[in-house]
């Protein structure tokens, strides 16, 4: 894999960081910002994993690029996120519809 190809990485290169590491260095972060008086809502490895995904799923990123991104299978993708591609299904319906109800209605009138 290459460096892009990580959601999270080592300072050294395109070595994936494991989730105890994540979680030690959120809670740090989490402990800095807290000091700074800085606020944000906290979200686990977990967390970010699902987020990158639904992200790529709302833009329009193939099953495959995801499922490999995630080291999943594709039909677990359709499993865990059924729910975002009914979303993008029914936002498809929408922008069919509507493009088909302006080119009836432009080309009225146009006569």
Do not use: C, W
Not at 50 to 60: D, K, P, Q
């Amino acid at each position: 894999m290459e460096q892009s190809d990580h959601i999270f990485i080592t300072h050294a290169g395109a070595t994936k960081i494991y989730t105890e590491v994540m979680k030690h260095t959120l809670q740090y972060t989490y402990k800095k910002m807290k000091v700074e008086k800085i606020s944000i809502t906290r979200i686990s490895p977990h967390g970010f994993r699902h987020t990158h995904a639904t992200v790529l799923i709302n833009n329009g990123v193939p099953p495959k690029t995801i499922a490999d991104r995630l080291g999943n299978t594709v039909e677990m993708v359709y499993k865990v996120y059924g729910h975002s591609y009914k979303e993008l299904e029914n936002r498809a319906v929408v922008i069919f519809t509507e493009t088909l109800t302006g080119a009836v209605g432009a080309s009225a009138g146009a006569e």
